[in-house]
């Protein structure tokens, strides 16, 4: 029998989410080159003391894909019908890199729904980057698919540029897999209000438990702005996943999980 089983939850767009155990309700958010697939690592083990729940974002893995453009806030208004889907009046959420962007955006939004946060390799708004960081990001990834080319193609450059040099063996595997199965117009979409997207969080305005989690190894989100974020918001806790990159839930799962789980354990009961 599967550790976890994969619902949708009505839409549109439909939203594809694997859950797996009871208790207060965890949702996980993966990056914008992930799925979620790429938190099957974690299912298992937050769900003796959660209902652990990861999704696919809008246009991601088996969530629809979606007409029209794309505005970062189209996120939010997701992860709330997940949320009452689930008849949570609030839950833990945990976001990588992109996915911890859209919590912090959903924080701002509905501050009343959310137990705790725990950012994970993420950046306070991609406003932050300068323009040349930027125009690489996503020249690196939007300018092969409009010449033509396929996600699977870009696959192994992106995951190359993200994953740590001692990242566990089979890491960077997986992150190709995770670039390969992009829908490509949707990602092309999600990179564009990505682009677009200049919104900077008030973190000092946090007022939820907060776990910042960073790779050490981490090239694109580095650890210096994680303690940066950390240090904006009161009572945030700090953690370097030692031998991680990018994708330190992937590439370190065993340190990630023991990390991430103490600190979930520890407020627990402030979701419903």
């Not at 949702?27 to 652990?52: E, K, S, V, Y």
């Not at 246009?59 to 806030?73: C, N, R, V």
């Not at 040349?132 to 540029?161: H, M, N």
């Not at 991680?244 to 354990?265: D, M, T």
Request: proline fraction near 6%.
């Amino acid at each position: 029998m599967a550790a976890w089983m994969t619902d949708h939850i009505p839409g549109p767009p439909r939203i594809a989410v694997d859950s797996a155990g009871t208790g207060p309700l965890l949702l996980m958010m993966h990056g914008i080159g992930g799925n979620r697939t790429n938190w099957h690592d974690q299912l298992p083990a937050f769900a003796a003391d959660f209902h652990a729940v990861a999704w696919d974002a809008r246009g991601y893995g088996a969530s629809d894909d979606y007409e029209g453009p794309l505005d970062f806030g189209d996120f939010a208004g997701d992860l709330l019908r997940v949320l009452d889907y689930f008849r949570a009046s609030r839950a833990h959420l945990v976001g990588l890199s992109m996915g911890g962007v859209i919590a912090m955006d959903f924080y701002s939004r509905h501050p009343e729904r959310v137990a705790t946060l725990t950012l994970c390799d993420s950046l306070p708004g991609f406003g932050h980057l300068s323009p040349e960081q930027r125009r690489e990001f996503v020249r690196l990834r939007q300018e092969p698919l409009l010449a033509g080319k396929e996600p699977k193609d870009i696959a192994p450059a992106v995951a190359q540029s993200l994953i740590g040099q001692t990242a566990r063996p089979g890491s960077f595997d997986r992150l190709v897999a995770s670039m390969a199965a992009l829908h490509k117009q949707s990602y092309l979409k999600t990179l564009a209000a990505t682009a677009a997207y200049g919104r900077r969080f008030e973190l000092e305005k946090i007022a939820v438990p907060t776990h910042v989690v960073v790779g050490d190894e981490d090239r694109l989100t580095p650890p210096a702005l994680s303690r940066q974020i950390a240090e904006r918001i009161s009572g945030a806790q700090l953690t370097v996943i030692e031998g991680a990159g990018h994708l330190s839930n992937i590439e370190q799962p065993e340190k990630f999980n023991r990390a991430v789980l103490a600190f979930l354990l520890e407020h627990r009961e402030r979701a419903s």
